[in-house]
């Protein structure tokens, strides 16, 4: 019995100390523990809403955009029409080609004031299709043709104001004026009514505005895809040529439908015209470009 005495002390020693020991230990261990994960906890911060999907912290950002655009076109479209009348009314022939579509494209600097609203200018050309009419009449002796090929580019101030959505996916008002400065290159050949041959370029401007809508996708990264449409209302009352060349002389002239010195509706010209003529006669009208219409664009939005 002797011989297990000193196990038995040690072991009653061992039974009093490690509860000790291990008490601070345990306490010690759970306070790193709890340091550790205070460490690795991130901080909440307040979300950032962006009115735009690039406006997030950027000071303004570009948007290059393409898309459709129509355009009413006005006197054009009816003085072809009218042209075409004036073969068919005598027995022959016509063919018109018209309509408003074109193709435009552009680009946009804005400058964000909050996260709600925002100005922008923008450079915008639209392309139309070519006007045309192709007649003849008398087996082919008499003819007539006309083309037309319209363009505008306009200078713009615009609003912008995110009306629903939440950060970058947002439904936005847009409100804008702008300068238009329309050009379209004219040729025609007729030997039915004045006999002559027509080659010029024609320049017009005028102020007008848009309204419209659009939809922000944010993609991330200071990037984002915007889809909107426009109307537009621009009326270009006189289109003006510096030098036209028409039946072997060069004068100043201005688009003008142009009908017989009877004044008889069934006969009508689509042509540039001399001032002096236009305001003694008539039955000769000054041409409105009508630029008003609509247009649908995809916008990519990058943040400066």
Not at 36 to 65: C, E, H, I, M, Q
Not at 238 to 252: L, V
């Amino acid at each position: 019995m002797k011989k297990f005495v000193p196990s038995l002390l040690v072991l009653s020693i061992l039974s009093w100390a490690l509860p000790a020991l291990c008490g601070p230990l345990d306490r010690s261990l759970e306070g790193t523990l709890v340091l550790a994960a205070a460490k690795d906890t991130p901080s909440k911060k307040k979300p950032v809403t962006k009115s735009r999907p690039s406006s997030s912290g950027a000071k303004a950002w570009l948007n290059f955009y393409s898309g459709y655009d129509h355009a009413l076109m006005g006197d054009v479209q009816e003085g072809l029409k009218d042209w075409e009348g004036v073969f068919e009314a005598n027995g022959g022939t016509g063919s018109t080609s018209t309509g408003g579509s074109g193709f435009l494209a552009g680009v946009e600097l804005g400058i964000p004031l909050d996260e709600d609203n925002a100005f922008s200018f923008q450079v915008e050309t639209v392309l139309y299709r070519t006007q045309s009419v192709i007649c003849n009449y008398n087996m082919g002796t008499e003819f007539g043709d006309i083309f037309l090929h319209p363009s505008f580019t306009d200078l713009s101030l615009n609003y912008d104001l995110r009306i629903a959505g939440v950060g970058g996916n947002g439904t936005h008002l847009l409100l804008g004026a702008g300068y238009y400065i329309a050009v379209m290159d004219y040729m025609a050949s007729e030997s039915l009514v004045f006999g002559a041959q027509y080659e010029t370029k024609l320049t017009g401007d005028t102020l007008g505005g848009t309204l419209g809508l659009a939809q922000d996708f944010d993609l991330g990264g200071g990037v984002g895809l915007r889809l909107g449409v426009k109307g537009r209302v621009a009326t270009i009352e006189r289109m003006t040529s510096r030098s036209i060349r028409a039946m072997g002389s060069n004068y100043p002239a201005e688009l003008a439908l142009a009908r017989d010195s009877s004044g008889d509706p069934d006969y009508a010209l689509l042509a540039p015209q001399e001032v002096d003529d236009i305001d003694a006669s008539p039955a000769i009208d000054y041409v409105v470009l009508d630029l008003s219409g609509f247009q649908a664009t995809l916008n990519l939005e990058v943040a400066l």
